[in-house]
């Protein structure tokens, strides 16, 4: 009998009709009264667990072989590194470097000379792009299997390495660390966008 008691004094304070429930800010306090239903709950779906074959083990296995990746990531800088080449020689081959040049050429040689450059800037940013991806890439896979942990820590000590590897010949020892801290830097940059 008290509890009916209750209901009806909670009924009373916040029906509709009362003013303070219109006047109170956010949902009505008659719908925060009214009884609750109850959602069906979802059934689990379980989905069957199939074990990798030989096949698709014996491919991770190659796959995460360091010497794989280093190879890898020194073709893909490789051709990276000529793609950049190509499009920075034909930036400059435009004409947009500001020299002219007062005798006119004929088509030949202005074909030669925009074949030699680019063939000279592909080849210079495909070699320092394919060491630099080989280098960074072993550094990584050689950190993360002495860690045993795949984490934000194995692209940071790569880039660093990386860096001061890249920096080996700089007369100060500075740039070093400024190489080390750099890459460090976009290395974290590009894992975190990376992971997402």
């Known amino acids: ?19 303070l429930a ?5 949902p009505s306090a008659a719908a925060d009264a009214a009884p609750i239903i109850a959602e069906k709950k979802k059934k689990k779906e379980y989905k069957q667990v ?8 014996a491919t991770e296995d190659v796959l995460n072989n360091c010497v794989v990746k280093t190879t890898v990531s020194a073709v893909m ?14 930036i400059e081959n435009s004409g947009m470097d ?10 030949r040689v202005v074909l030669k000379e925009m074949w030699t450059n680019m063939k000279m800037k592909s080849v210079s940013y495909a070699k320092g792009f394919a060491y630099f991806g080989a280098v960074y890439s072993f550094n990584e896979c050689v950190i993360e ?15 660093c390495a990386t860096g001061a590897i890249m920096a080996w010949g700089a ?13 460090r830097a976009s290395s974290i940059v590009i894992e975190h966008f990376l992971e997402r």
């Open 1 to 19: 009998m008290a509890s009916n008691d209750g209901m009806a004094k909670l009924e009373s304070v916040t029906s509709p009709s009362d003013g």
């Open 22 to 26: 219109s006047a109170l800010p956010g």
């Open 50 to 57: 199939t074990l990798p074959s030989g096949e698709m083990m």
């Open 77 to 90: 800088g490789g051709l990276a590194g000529i793609a950049f080449g190509v499009f920075t020689a034909s």
């Open 98 to 107: 500001g020299h002219v040049d007062l005798a006119p050429k004929t088509t």
């Open 145 to 159: 299997k002495a860690r045993a942990k795949h984490d934000i820590y194995n692209p940071a000590l790569a880039g």
């Open 171 to 183: 007369p100060l020892v500075g740039l070093l660390t400024i190489g080390c801290t750099s890459v």
